[in-house]
């Protein structure tokens, strides 16, 4: 008797050990690292929910690390800041304007030659030119591109419109610890520990679209992206860099490890029944999990 109740008492530690169900999706990391060319999933609605429609504040961080792109970028047309179309760049500052969408389809205010490198339900999106900058051939340009609502006169409506914010260039070959920190209209971008852009948008956000995951990468990007989570709060820049002093190294190269407990990391039977594997960290650069089997 006491044999099968010490069993099923061992049973409910190993499930509860093993599968933590109180825990919630938004507030684990999704670790990785993933081909920034899957277009991963890094969270679902949920999440996205928790940093656009839950609150009036939120956060993402992910560690990216883009490789190098073509020479050359697409050709863009560009608007002379009179009457700017949908989609184009000013042909003086080089900058896009506000874009009003169609109804809830804001297909025509692409920008063309950028792909996202973050994605937040289409509502909040980080952009990255496939070209490197032609002042800077080690990186590319990136810019903050948040879907709002517009008061609309002439409908006594609202209308969709996207919205773009300039953010400098980021590193390629590189890894940098990117960090979306929103409060209401605000938004404060970090790269690592430093913050490189607070700007507020001219309207206010569009809620309703929260309805999407969060994505990584696109088919037209290589590189990696790790270490991403999700927060209910903005974060501070005290939060920032004590995250980045903790997940970096003095290289600002993200440590990463398996986010779960896995028996089969601490004990392996070899098909010829002679060897086992323990845990192992990996002694250089870049720092992922690797896996090997001592004799």
């Not at 080089?94 to 792909?115: E, L, P, S």
């Not at 974060?235 to 290289?251: G, I, M």
């Amino acid at each position: 008797m006491w044999f099968w109740i010490g069993l099923v008492v061992v049973a409910i530690l190993i499930y509860l050990f093993l599968y933590t169900p109180w825990e919630k999706k938004e507030d684990k990391a999704v670790v990785g690292p993933f081909d920034l060319s899957q277009s991963k999933e890094i969270g679902d609605t949920k999440a996205s929910q928790t940093i656009i429609a839950r609150s009036n504040s939120g956060s993402l961080q992910a560690f990216v690390y883009p490789l190098a792109f073509q020479r050359t970028g697409k050709l863009s047309m560009c608007s002379d800041g009179s009457t700017p179309r949908p989609g184009e760049p000013d042909c003086n500052s080089g900058r896009f304007g506000i874009c009003a969408c169609q109804g809830t389809d804001c297909t025509q205010c692409k920008h063309i030659g950028y792909v996202n490198i973050l994605n937040i339900s289409n509502v909040i999106r980080i952009e990255m030119l496939t070209a490197p900058d032609a002042s800077r051939q080690n990186a590319a340009l990136v810019q903050l591109v948040v879907r709002t609502l517009r008061n609309n006169p002439t409908k006594n409506d609202t209308e969709v419109v996207e919205e773009t914010l300039v953010l400098p260039e980021i590193p390629l070959q590189k890894w940098t610890m990117v960090t979306i920190a929103r409060d209401g209209r605000r938004f404060d971008v970090y790269y690592n520990n430093k913050l490189v852009s607070s700007k507020r948008t001219e309207h206010m956000i569009d809620t309703n679209s929260a309805v999407g995951p969060i994505l990584a990468g696109d088919p037209n990007l290589s590189g990696s992206v790790a270490s991403a989570e999700v927060f209910d709060r903005r974060l501070t820049q005290a939060e920032v860099a004590a995250t980045y002093s903790r997940l970096a190294d003095t290289n600002g190269q993200p440590y990463l490890s398996k986010s779960k407990f896995d028996i089969n990391d601490f004990l392996s039977i070899c098909k010829d029944g002679n060897c086992l594997k323990g845990p192992s960290v990996r002694p250089s650069s870049p720092l992922l999990d690797w896996d090997t089997m001592y004799q």
